[in-house]
């Protein structure tokens, strides 16, 4: 069965530092990577998405790094805020269906 | 536009009892999946509607859980004679089932509380 393996679980960081959290998927599919990020008491909400034929994208203060020939991509979040603490969730697109396999998520707290 | 919308928000039955949720997705959006989320973990997938296919039900827990999708768009999971473990928050997504193109995006789900 095809995984997404996330790591780390959680992850602790003060308040303008770099959060840097990883993923390692299985399958070629091509389809978008994304990562998704959620608050308690709500669902998951789409934070920035990568194509596979691009190796990285920014938008703002998150960035994504993709390395498709290790079968591994990242999120990145400069300058941290105590307002990015919350989960993160990536996900990896699979072969033949539209589903989606998810990491287990890594719960993120920054410090202020 | 709105985004996908799931009811009730809150759920409290006691156990036995048969519960409904309901999900409206994205309007355009063929695809629908139906997750489980207990506290604390990650996404459970139970189910996925595409188009008029025969959903996929792989990831339905036992044959207590059922869903169904009228006219390509509504979605309903039911839960029969539930019990305490069926406690979780159960997320609905829809996407637009386009090769390349596919992200789902997810309701703020409904949190099941059995007693």
């Known amino acids: 069965q095809q995984q997404v393996k996330q790591s780390p679980q959680s992850l602790i960081v003060q308040k303008g530092g770099i959060s840097i959290i990883n993923c390692a998927y299985e399958?070629?599919?091509?389809?978008?990577f994304p990562w998704y990020q959620q608050f308690p008491g709500k669902g998951p909400a789409l934070l920035i998405a990568?194509?596979?034929?691009?190796s990285e994208k920014k938008e703002g203060r998150f960035t994504i790094s993709f390395n498709k020939s290790a079968k591994q991509f990242s999120l990145h979040i400069m300058d941290s805020q105590p307002g990015d603490s919350a989960t993160y969730f990536c996900a990896s697109p699979t072969s033949g269906t539209y589903k989606y396999i998810f990491g287990t998520g890594t719960r993120l707290k920054v410090l202020a | 536009g709105a985004g996908v919308s799931q009811s009730p928000s809150n759920k409290v039955t006691e156990k036995g009892k048969d519960v409904e949720l309901r999900c409206d997705p994205i309007s355009g959006h063929t695809a629908l999946y139906w997750y489980r989320q207990s506290l604390g973990q990650g996404l459970e997938f139970l189910i996925y509607f595409q188009g008029n296919s025969a959903p996929d039900k792989s990831g339905l827990p036992s044959d207590r859980f059922s869903a169904e999708r009228t006219g390509g768009s509504v979605s309903t999971l039911t839960i029969q004679r539930t019990q305490q473990e069926d406690s979780a928050v159960y997320l609905c997504?829809?996407?637009?089932?386009?090769?390349?193109?596919?992200?789902?995006?997810f309701g703020a789900g409904t949190r099941l509380s059995v007693l």
């Open positions: 990568i194509r596979p034929d691009v």
């Open positions: 997504a829809s996407s637009l089932a386009l090769a390349g193109g596919n992200i789902q995006y």
């Open positions: 399958n070629t599919a091509f389809d978008y």
